[in-house]
């Protein structure tokens, strides 16, 4: 194992992004250090590069969805969290968030992100000019200090196994939207998360899904992860809702997921579930302002249910493993939705290409990961 580890740090807020070398930590009880294969990069990253979440502070090691092989184990460090042995040289997936597991939280309530003994998250811990360091995914190795760090042994490829956080945030939003064997749905954004959201949508027992987003490619591939239509964006609002309708076969869904990330876009989603129905956001993960809403006519009157969704929310640790669960099972290209592999010294570039215009090396992204050995 090379002695040292390079790692792309995030200076300031929409400022430069410097690769530094750092010695590779011995791992402790309970600990490990990771070769990263991929990380992915997600709208969440880019709001951060804008400063839009507060509690992380710079410089700042970003990148939560991680993936590599193992490189060196701690004392006590023999299996994975289903129990399965590993040893140096396996791939695992790396869930970023870790619990007490023990306190009135995360036993009683269920809400393990409100766990007063909460490790800070690998990809939000910081600053990143102090110990520990390569706590996140955008850097050659990841130095897992929570002891007890979630993760799982897979044989998956990499760009596959890479998609498993993603798919663990739509399975949460699949779960709080209600969706059940005959439901039919709309998914709002084909991001990343939103395609993880159709096939999830698909997987829960959906009798029709319809995604609605932009570009073309992205749209291709929602019909190859399970869409039995999709709607243009260019349609224009009122067309949208028409062509949404009449691939539905009626008026609303049972359920809608929101994964495009606009107050606007929330707004539009309000219009298309059906009375009765299920409005699961996923997409205004900070805060990007607010909409006019009536609580009697929009709300009441439809006796329809809004769902806060953050995150893969409570339960986590399970939904990361359906997650894998699903992502082994395959049916689907999952190896289609990583678009773009991009080196270490490239990471500034593609958190600007996030957030503004989602183009990258003259191609539409659909999927961005940073690959540290390119």
Do not use: W
Request: hydrophobic share 40%; glycine share 14%.
């Amino acid at each position: 194992m090379d002695p040292t580890a390079r790692a792309a740090i995030v200076t300031g807020v929409a400022g430069a992004v410097e690769v530094r070398e750092y010695d590779l930590p011995r791992p402790g009880p309970g600990q490990f250090v990771l070769e990263v294969e991929l990380c992915g990069m997600c709208g969440t990253d880019a709001h951060i590069y804008r400063g839009r979440l507060a509690s992380v502070r710079f410089p700042a090691l970003l990148g939560h969805e991680i993936v590599g092989r193992l490189a060196a184990l701690g004392e006590g460090v023999a299996t994975d969290h289903a129990g399965r042995p590993v040893a140096v040289g396996d791939r695992v997936g790396v869930f970023p968030s870790l619990s007490c597991g023990r306190c009135f939280e995360c036993q009683v309530r269920r809400r393990p992100g409100n766990c007063p003994d909460r490790r800070p998250s690998y990809g939000f811990a910081s600053p990143a000019d102090r110990p520990p360091y390569l706590t996140g995914g955008f850097a050659t190795h990841l130095y897992a200090s929570n002891a007890g760090t979630v993760f799982y042994r897979t044989d998956l490829p990499a760009e596959v196994a890479v998609l498993q956080e993603p798919l663990s945030v739509a399975l949460h939003g699949v779960e709080r939207s209600a969706i059940r064997i005959g439901s039919t749905v709309v998914v709002q954004g084909v991001g990343a998360i939103g395609l993880m959201a159709v096939a999830a949508a698909r997987a829960a027992g959906a009798a029709r899904v319809v995604a609605v987003g932009a570009p073309g490619a992205r749209l291709e591939l929602a019909a190859r992860l399970g869409a039995d239509a999709v709607v243009d964006l260019g349609q224009g609002t009122s067309g949208r809702r028409r062509a949404v309708f009449d691939a539905l076969g009626r008026e609303g869904a049972d359920a809608v997921i929101g994964t495009a990330g606009s107050p606007e876009s929330f707004t539009e989603a309000l219009g298309l579930v059906a009375d009765g129905g299920v409005l699961a956001e996923l997409g205004n993960f900070t805060d990007r302002g607010t909409v006019p809403f009536n609580p009697f006519s929009d709300l009441l009157k439809r006796d329809i249910t809004i769902a806060g969704v953050y995150g893969a929310g409570p339960d986590m640790q399970r939904r990361y493993h359906e997650a894998l669960t699903i992502l082994e099972r395959g049916g689907s290209p999952f190896e289609q939705v990583v678009s773009h592999r991009v080196p270490l010294g490239r990471v500034r570039e593609a958190l600007e290409a996030l957030g503004s215009g989602y183009a990258l090396d003259g191609r539409d992204v659909v999927k961005l990961a940073i690959d540290p050995s390119a």
